[in-house]
């Protein structure tokens, strides 16, 4: 009995000691709602809530989480990030300003993670201001050998710090959180035009891609978007610039192709970004040399971002567009094989876009304005009002091929061409092979031009 008893008191003093709590003060914030947000990668989630009290102190309680970081947030724009590592935190901050105004009252992760936040930013911005002169200034310049020697120096004071921390703290979150944001070394006598290659080269020298707990972070994330803007350059045209992108993704899932469950991440996170600016090559390149490596080859058991590339392949230039079969106003199914024009452009809109309000007037001119008539169009509403639907059409006085299933982008349509946003614009030949895609009045312009159909 004695033993039992024993056996209890340990597993109740466990249960203990696996709960811990977060808890802040911040001056200002008082009598208010606060959430306690889990971070994985760029997406957040409130998995707790609690109300400030009058001098604007809060807890929350941690049970049966996995260590990362975590968001402190009060509003849209006010939030503090932190560590959580099986320990309590405390913290204090101000109501403006709180990433800057942040003290950690308690937590060895903390104190590590904002002491070398801050010692990073400082280092980073001496960097950025000595840079030109490494650059620049004469070499032969006594002037410039101080400049070189300050610029080495300090990064090996931020190596020597971090490879401290590492010594001292292997197993911090915080530590091997910095340890992916390391970059490598630049050595003064580099210049500019070999420095580029050579962090496309070894920007991932330092990452861990076997610390999947990492991606309980936005380190991942943040690693991606400083690789990629090594090689982004507003002065390019779009294709050249498509072309230096993928360079830098076949880079990236290639240093990352050594965890599939990172590798997945990246992809996920760069296909959706690529899409979102619509980079259809890149995302076309992707599509046809990367896949899901959680996916098989069951069609009902392939996962959504497998499901997603295919989709991508479907759809890039050069391919027959899918077969669209939708309804027009009066119930009747259209279908797009049978649309027998020289062209064809599928415009996928909104009657609530402004976008598309905008778009219409002028493509509805240059419709009417065709002799002899060329091409077709098919507008594909994704509303799931009839009425605002049919409202818009007459209000617009649009006389040509008219048809929504009322789906919104839950439609077979919207997910075969892959809609997330309208207008979305695709350009067929006679055979409905897609010619262009064009993403903005302006561009669907110029593909008109590109084939004649401006009068």
């Not at 009995?1 to 109740?12: C, D, F, P, Q, T």
């Not at 936005?218 to 390019?236: D, E, H, Q, T, W």
């Not at 996928?348 to 419709?367: D, G, I, Q």
């Amino acid at each position: 009995m004695k033993r039992l008893l024993i056996i209890a008191l340990l597993a109740v003093s466990g249960l203990v000691q696996a709960q811990n709590t977060i808890e802040g003060t911040i001056r200002g914030y008082n009598g208010k709602m606060i959430l306690l947000m889990s971070i994985y990668g760029e997406k957040t989630k409130a998995i707790d809530s609690a109300t400030s009290d009058p001098e604007g102190h809060f807890r929350f309680t941690i049970i049966n989480r996995l260590p990362g970081m975590y968001r402190v947030q009060w509003a849209k724009d006010a939030s503090v990030d932190l560590v959580w590592n099986q320990e309590d935190v405390r913290f204090v901050a101000t109501l403006k300003n709180p990433g800057d105004s942040i003290q950690i009252i308690s937590s060895l992760e903390n104190k590590i993670n904002l002491a070398y936040s801050r010692l990073d930013r400082t280092m980073q911005a001496k960097l950025q201001l000595l840079m030109p002169v490494v650059d620049y200034y004469p070499v032969k310049d006594a002037f410039y050998s101080s400049v070189a020697a300050e610029f080495e120096n300090i990064q090996k004071l931020q190596q020597h710090y971090l490879d401290s921390l590492v010594s001292l703290y292997p197993n911090s979150f915080a530590v091997r959180v910095a340890r992916v944001y390391q970059t490598p070394f630049i050595h003064a006598g580099m210049n500019k035009e070999d420095r580029i290659p050579f962090l496309k080269q070894h920007y991932f020298d330092h990452v861990d891609f076997s610390d999947t707990a990492l991606l309980r972070s936005m380190v991942f994330v943040n690693k991606a978007i400083a690789y990629l803007s090594i090689y982004s350059n507003n002065r390019l045209p779009q294709k050249q610039l498509e072309a230096e992108f993928i360079k830098a993704v076949t880079l990236m899932l290639g240093a990352a192709s050594v965890n599939p469950v990172i590798y997945k991440f990246w992809l996920d996170y760069i296909v959706g970004g690529f899409d979102k600016y619509h980079f259809d090559e890149v995302i076309t390149y992707i599509a046809d040399n990367f896949q899901d490596p959680s996916s098989c080859e069951n069609q009902e058991r392939k996962s959504a971002l497998q499901k997603k590339l295919d989709t991508f392949k479907k759809i890039s230039i050069g391919k027959i567009a899918p077969e669209l079969e939708v309804p027009d106003a009066k119930g009747k199914p259209v279908k797009l094989s049978e649309i027998s024009s020289e062209y064809a452009l599928v415009v996928f809109y909104a009657s609530t876009c402004p976008h598309c309000e905008a778009m219409m007037p002028r493509l509805k001119e240059l419709y009417d304005k065709q002799k002899p008539k060329r091409f077709e169009v098919m507008a594909v509403s994704i509303d799931t009002s009839r009425t605002a639907w049919t409202t818009f059409i007459k209000e617009q006085k649009l006389s040509w091929i008219n048809v929504s299933d009322l789906k919104g982008f839950a439609g077979k349509s919207a997910d075969d061409f892959n809609i997330y946003a309208t207008p979305t614009m695709f350009l067929l030949d006679r055979e409905k092979k897609i010619l262009s895609k064009p993403i903005s009045l302006m561009e669907l312009e110029q593909a008109f031009r590109d084939y004649n159909l401006m009068n």
